[in-house]
Structures are given as structure tokens and as C-alpha cells.
């Protein structure tokens, strides 16, 4: 039952979005913040573990493909597809889950908690349009962006651990990425980025909005947040999966 | 001007407003008091739209808020200042930015012009020099004054404030309580605010709505509450010795004698009649 109500109202706070701006430069300022917070903010994490995924994949797709009859170029393609398909995309928004999800769980919630969020509804101001939809255009304008660049960082890191360690010289790579290039692979990879963007963006906003109660109310709804956002991202990957990719 | 007609809310099956009426004159300080649970901050939020009451209407100088469309109530809370008990100040922005976060949002003044309301109001409320702090470098009653200036930069024909004197000190409430009044009295704002404070009521309580387990107990002056003979406002008001010495010294200042029937004992007593 709380389910299909928390579904309602999900719906709700969605359509509450759609609303003209109090000020449109108010409003501007508010999406560049959090452009800022998402995009700049999640930078550090989303380098570091691009690099490491594309260097473990190489590293383990190597210690696979024992046979000498495959070329070596093949680890880059797999790599390349592995990162752009799969490890770009759904690891780095679980990730940015956690990161981003939590934060705006928790920055709602404590604006609601401490009475702002009824502070700008008495101003006259739609928090819903005010707070919400700025976070989930940011997210939908930043993390595909973020994917963008975790697809490089990863076949480049991916490079660097197979020619440091002399899996794979580095022309070998080069070939392989070039290689039965499917750019169609971007486009499915983009797709999952903004399905999971909305996500990212709008679950932990719901929780964080309908916050009631104190800091432990803010510490739950900030976890359940993460957890119902990464369960769904999850279930969408493989219905978009199911979609795009099925034969 | 502020009416409030039969108003009714319940939150499941609890029933915390029942049938509350009452006029909140322009230029005054009117207070809702009431001991905790008693639906004071419930009717609050029910006058201002945070709650939908279940049946009743608010009118802001004869215009139905309660069944007005989204678009005019946005227009009647442009002309509404709300001082919350927590101060509810923006923490990421600094003093000066929390004041001039209504004037950024609904006006199309200069930054100049802005600047100069700003430190107008800040002036106002004694917090010249603060302008850069955060919330979190402020005192109880500095962030309760800075919330005050924030509620009134756009000049509110109508204030609300929840608990105002909560958490303070009784030097620094009597500054709160001051400022509200002289605000109230220079701009002619209905003021309506919830409170415990005894001293709030005594000082500025123009008109005093007592609230009792969601009901309308008695509605008076500071004067008539301390000729009252309202049970349940008695023992609410006068809980102390202390109260109950300042009760009648009030009443001496105020008649030169202390009725026998306004005896401590007689408060509780079976005999005490409410006036309303």
C-alpha cells in the first residue's frame, strides 16, 4: 500500500515541478549551483574509478584470452565495448548514486526538517520548482557528461595498465579500439546515462522532500534514497538492455 | 485584517482544530496561546496554507485564501512575513543574502537598492556589522532577529511568528518581543503570533485567542485575561505562585483592590465561569 503511495505522490511532486519561475535569474543561479555540486563535485571519484575499471578490465580480459589465435587488438575491443556499454555508464551511476543521491536526500530533508522549505512556501515560492527541478535538470545536463567521460577514462586507463605491464603494446590497443566500432554503442550508452540521471536526480529528491521528523529521519530516508535508487537503476539497465540491445 | 471561520482540521483520526473562529485586527499584535498540544501551531500554518483545513476559511482582508487558486494565493504570501521557532535561515547563505533572498527573488531592484533595504532592515533589528556572518556563527536571539528581518524586508501587511521567544533568554525575548511590537505598530501589520511566554502576553498582547484542546477557550485583551474568570485560562496563565502574585498585583495597579472572588484558592475552583 505504501508503495502505491509512494508512487502517487512521486507523480505528484513531478507534475508540482511545472510551474512558471517566481525569477527566472534566481532559478538560473539555483541549476548552475547545482551543476556545480553535481558535475564539479563528483569529478574526483568519477576519474578515479573510470581509470581503475578500464585498467582492471584490460588486466583481466588479458588473463582470459589465453588462446594464441586471438589477436591481441581483442582485449581493446572488449574493453572498449565492456566500458562503454556496461562499466561507464551503470558503475559510475551506482557510484554517483551514493554521492549524489545522499546529498540531495539529505540537503532536502534538513531543508525540510529545519522549516526552509516551509520558509520559501510562505515567500510565495514553488519549492518544488525552486529546489527539485533545477537538481534534476543539472543531473540529466552533468552525468551523462560524467558518463562522456568515464567511457575516455576508462579506455585510457584501461591503455596505460596494458602497455605498463606488456599485456598489450600500445598500437595493439590503439587497433583494437578502432576496431568493428558500433557507434550505436554511444547512443545505447547515453540512453542508460539519462534514464539514469532522472533517477540519480529525482528518487533521493522525493525522499528528501518528504522527510518528517528529525536527523534520524534524515539519515533513513538519505539511505533509502541510495538503496531504491540503485535498485532501479539496476532494473532499468536491463529493461533498457532488454530493449535496445535484444534481438 | 485576518478572520478565521469555523476552522476544522484533523490529521487521521485525531481531531486537532475543532471549529476556531476568530478576527486578527490590523496593527495589533494578536497572540494564540495554549499549552503544547493544544492545535496553536496547527491553526498557524492552517491561516498561512501550509495546511489545508478539512472545513472553515481564512480571509486576508475579506479574500477567501482558503478556496482561492494556487496563482492568488501566491499573490496574498508575497504580502506574508513568517518568523518560524527554528529561525529557519537559508544555512548555506550568509546574513545578508538570507535578508535579501525575498527582495533577489520578487523584486526587480538594483543591487544598490537592494543593499541599501537590506541594511535598513538589518539596522532595524540591531544587526549592523553581521551582514557576512553564516547561521552557524549566530546566537538564539541573533538568528531569531535575523529571521525577523528577513519577514519583514518586503514589508508584509501580514506577520506570522511561531514561537518567537522559544529557546531565548527573558532579556533577549523582551528585545524580540520589542522589536515585533514596534514593527507591527510602524508598518501596521497584523501581527499573529503563537506563544508560551507569559511576558509576550502581558506586554503585547493586543488580542489573545486561548486555545484548549483545539478549541477556542476565551479571546480578550491583556487586560480582560487578568480579570478573567476562566477556569482553564487561569490555570494555563497563572501556573506559579509567582504568576499568581503578579496577577494580583496587576489588578491592583489596575483597580486599587484585588476582587476576594480573584483569590489563588478560587481559581480552580467549580465556581469560575469562562466569559466566552
Known amino acids: 500500500m505504501n508503495f502505491i503511495k509512494d508512487i502517487g505522490r512521486y507523480v505528484m511532486m513531478l507534475k508540482g515541478m511545472f510551474s512558471k519561475p517566481e525569477n527566472g535569474r534566481m532559478y538560473w543561479k539555483e541549476f548552475m549551483n547545482q551543476c556545480s555540486d553535481i558535475g564539479i563535485g563528483s569529478l574526483g571519484i568519477v576519474v578515479i574509478i573510470s581509470i581503475f575499471i578500464g585498467a582492471v578490465s584490460t588486466l583481466q580480459t588479458a588473463y582470459q584470452l589465453v588462446s594464441p589465435l586471438i589477436p591481441l587488438s581483442t582485449i581493446a575491443q572488449i574493453v572498449r565495448d565492456t566500458v562503454i556499454l556496461e562499466f561507464a555508464p551503470t558503475l559510475t551511476c551506482i557510484v554517483l548514486a551514493g554521492v549524489v543521491g545522499s546529498k540531495i536526500a539529505s540537503e532536502l530533508g534538513n531543508m525540510r526538517v529545519s522549516e526552509q522549505i516551509d520558509a520559501l512556501e510562505i515567500m510565495g515560492i514553488n519549492t518544488k520548482s525552486y529546489l527539485i527541478m533545477p537538481k534534476i535538470i543539472a543531473g540529466l545536463l552533468m552525468i551523462p557528461l560524467l558518463v562522456v567521460l568515464s567511457m575516455a577514462l576508462g579506455i585510457w586507463g584501461g591503455r596505460l595498465a596494458g602497455t605498463l605491464t606488456g599485456i598489450i603494446p600500445a598500437d595493439a590497443f590503439d587497433k583494437g579500439l578502432r576496431d568493428d566500432f558500433l557507434p550505436y554503442n554511444v547512443f545505447f550508452s547515453l540512453a542508460k546515462s539519462y534514464t539514469f540521471a532522472f533517477i540519480i536526480a529525482s528518487i533521493p529528491s522525493y525522499y528528501g522532500y518528504h522527510v518528517q521528523g528529525g536527523a534520524l529521519e534524515i539519515g533513513r530516508a538519505s539511505t533509502k534514497a541510495v538503496v531504491v535508487s540503485c535498485i532501479l537503476l539496476l532494473f532499468s539497465d536491463y529493461l533498457l538492455s532488454a530493449l535496445l540491445l535484444g534481438k | 485584517m485576518i478572520e478565521v471561520k469555523n476552522i476544522k482540521k484533523s490529521f487521521a483520526d485525531k481531531v486537532v482544530i475543532q471549529d476556531v473562529s476568530s478576527s486578527m485586527n490590523s496593527g495589533q499584535c494578536n497572540l494564540i496561546i495554549g499549552s503544547s ?173 486561548y486555545m484548549y484542546q483545539g478549541k477556542k477557550e476565551w479571546e480578550g485583551t491583556n487586560k480582560e485575561i487578568i480579570f478573567s474568570k476562566n477556569k482553564l485560562l487561569n490555570e494555563f496563565i497563572f501556573a506559579s505562585d509567582f504568576l499568581r502574585d503578579a496577577k494580583e498585583m496587576r489588578m491592583l495597579e489596575e483597580t486599587g483592590k484585588i476582587p476576594p472572588n480573584h483569590k489563588i484558592d478560587d481559581l480552580t475552583s467549580d465556581n469560575a465561569k469562562p466569559i466566552l
Do not use: W
Request: proline share 3%; glycine share 6%.
Open chain 2, 37 to 209: 498540544g493544544s492545535g496553536k501551531t496547527v491553526l498557524m500554518k492552517c491561516m498561512v496554507g501550509l495546511f489545508e483545513p478539512d472545513a472553515g476559511q481564512v480571509l486576508y482582508d475579506g479574500k477567501d485564501f482558503t478556496n482561492m487558486d494556487n496563482h492568488d494565493k501566491k499573490e496574498i504570501r508575497k504580502e506574508i512575513g513568517m518568523l518560524f521557532q527554528g529561525s529557519a535561515l537559508f544555512d548555506s547563505k550568509t546574513v545578508e543574502q538570507n535578508v535579501k533572498f525575498p527582495l533577489d527573488m520578487f523584486t526587480s531592484d538594483n543591487h544598490a537598492a537592494k543593499m541599501k533595504r537590506v541594511n535598513e532592515v538589518l539596522e532595524r533589528v540591531n544587526l549592523v556589522g553581521s551582514n557576512k556572518k553564516f547561521p552557524s556563527e549566530l546566537s538564539g536571539g541573533m538568528k531569531k532577529r535575523v529571521a525577523l528581518a528577513r519577514a519583514v524586508v518586503l514589508n508584509p501587511k501580514y506577520l506570522f511568528c511561531d514561537e518567537p521567544n522559544s529557546g531565548l533568554d527573558p532579556q533577549t525575548s523582551l528585545v524580540i518581543d520589542k522589536l515585533i511590537k514596534e514593527l507591527t505598530d510602524e508598518y501596521n501589520i497584523t501581527t499573529v503570533i503563537n506563544t508560551h511566554d507569559m511576558n509576550s502576553v502581558m506586554e503585547i498582547g493586543d488580542n489573545i485567542l
